[in-house]
């Protein structure tokens, strides 16, 4: 309900900005004073006045971020254009995030919204990141006057993409761990293209994560999970 909706200022024409704590501070005060669950801010980039290709300036705001959600409760949600237009056909990846690395390094989901089919009015979404659960399949959604509808996630209809998306199929078991390295080193082998790949399995929903060594943050490989 639009009455369950709270602004941040009472008035709609202040732009909130994450560089001045005085507005960081307003924000933990009102999800305590009411208690809210859930805060949306759209968009991150146009929330600060920073350099969001600045590692340390957005640290600075993420970490504030992260400790508004951990002392309050409240999940924290915020939109991040891509770096480029996103058009119909185009595939989204979680390296077309725009600004600094630190940002998705923050982050504990990251949802990706594309149109790949460029002759429906579906978008799809899909989890490049997930540290708090299980990873959830591609959906799709459209959006009408009336309402928002969800269902399948489109998908690409290129056929050498099926081709490809017939394979990792074949390779990985759902919700086996593999490691990426040696699907790629077997992909080339039999003459695919490791990008093309890294692209097919990004669109049909495989959870890439990192392997980090014993005793540091290094990132030493990483896995696939579809």
Same mark, same amino acid.
């Given at each position: ?24 501070? &307003?924000?933990?005060? !009102? ?38 959600? &951990? ?27 725009? $600004? ?11 949802? $990706? ?19 708090? $659960? ?8 459209r959006v009408s006057a009336e309402m928002v509808e969800f269902g399948e996630a489109p998908e !690409?209809? !290129? ?30 082998? &039999? ?31 990483w896995t696939w999970t579809l």
């Amino acid at each position: 309900p639009i009455e369950r909706i709270k602004l941040l200022f009472s008035d709609p024409r202040v732009r909130l900005d994450l560089s001045l704590q005085s507005h960081i501070e &307003e924000i933990e005060k !009102r999800i305590n004073q009411s208690r809210i669950p859930l805060v949306v801010i759209d968009s991150l980039a146009a929330a600060h006045s920073k350099n969001e290709n600045a590692a340390n300036k957005m640290t600075e705001i993420l970490r504030n971020l992260s400790g508004i959600a &951990e002392r309050t409760k409240a999940a924290i949600v915020f939109t991040q254009p891509a770096r480029k237009v996103v058009i119909p056909g185009m595939e989204l990846t979680l390296a077309d995030c725009r $600004g600094s690395t630190v940002i998705t390094s923050f982050s504990k989901c990251i949802l $990706g919204i594309d149109c790949p089919d460029p002759t429906s009015s579906w978008k799809r979404v899909r989890v490049f990141k997930e540290s708090l $659960g299980s990873n959830h399949p591609p959906f799709g959604f459209r959006v009408s006057a009336e309402m928002v509808e969800f269902g399948e996630a489109p998908e !690409r209809h !290129r056929a050498k993409d099926k081709q490809l998306i017939l394979w990792l199929r074949k390779e990985m078991e759902k919700g086996v761990v593999y490691s990426s390295a040696n699907i790629l080193d077997k992909a080339s082998k &039999e003459g695919i293209a490791k990008q093309r790949l890294r692209k097919v399995a990004a669109a049909i929903g495989v959870l890439t994560k990192p392997v980090r060594g014993e005793g540091n943050r290094k990132i030493v490989s990483w896995t696939w999970t579809l």
